[in-house]
């Protein structure tokens, strides 16, 4: 168990929906980041969060969202889904001034 | 960001050594090597980092070539439970990004 919590495990959607996925770092951490895994793509950085404020974006599509709260939980929002959004969505946490980052059991999306 | 280039499979027996090979031919002065591991149904868990030197922790190895453009995780003895697929990105240090890495199978 790597500390970090997230939810749901899984969900089932349709084309064209919104869906949040939320992350509860580990006690501590004040980074947030979130990962986009899929079979084709692998992993893919999607954004990273410090203490609130928005650090980095990677690959992350204008149809997602991300944001931290002043409690450090953080929320993916994916909205107006497509069947290429399906995969697993990971979010990781890591302490200050580590590299180290500490996954998630991650969460499984399916639009169909 | 640095691409790698990992075996896709390899295979060990329990107690034995296994050595990982990744290529990051790519990779800038300034970032660190990282190695991550996933065990099915799981997220990915740290193994180990690096920058130049080699290092080593209670759970691996890493060897960096002199270059810095290859790597090498080294479990010193193999067990069932480091059946996993192993995972190198030689990129920014916490933008991770990892291909299809390479599946470690572990004969009993």
């Known amino acids: 168990d790597s500390g970090v919590t997230q939810t749901p495990k899984h969900l089932i959607t349709a084309t064209g929906q919104r869906v949040t996925l939320r992350c509860s770092p580990r006690s501590g951490d004040l980074s947030v980041y979130w990962y986009q895994q899929s079979l084709d793509q692998g992993l893919q950085f999607l954004i990273h969060?410090?203490?609130?404020?928005?650090?980095a974006k990677g690959n992350i599509l204008e149809r997602f969202s991300a944001q931290q709260f002043p409690d450090l939980h953080s929320e993916l929002n994916l909205s107006s889904l497509e069947l290429g959004d399906s995969a697993l969505y990971f979010c990781?946490?890591?302490?200050?001034?580590?590299?180290?980052?500490?996954f998630g059991p991650g969460t499984r999306l399916t639009v169909l | 960001d640095a691409k790698t280039t990992q075996p896709n499979s390899m295979e060990s027996n329990e107690e034995e050594p296994v050595h990982l090979p990744c290529n990051h031919s790519t990779i800038s002065g300034t970032d660190y090597i990282h190695w991550y591991r996933q065990l099915p149904s799981q997220g990915p868990e740290y193994v180990i980092h690096g920058l130049t030197s080699n290092v080593n922790n209670r759970m691996a190895s890493l060897a960096i070539a002199e270059d810095r453009k290859s790597s090498t995780l080294i479990l010193h003895r193999a067990t069932l439970r480091d059946a996993a697929v192993y995972y190198c990105?030689?990129?920014?240090?916490?933008?991770?990004?990892f291909g299809k890495g390479t599946l470690l199978t572990v004969n009993p």
């Open positions: 990105d030689g990129g920014s240090n916490y933008k991770l990004t």
């Open positions: 969060y410090y203490n609130g404020e928005e650090r």
């Open positions: 990781a946490s890591s302490a200050p001034n580590t590299d180290t980052q500490y």
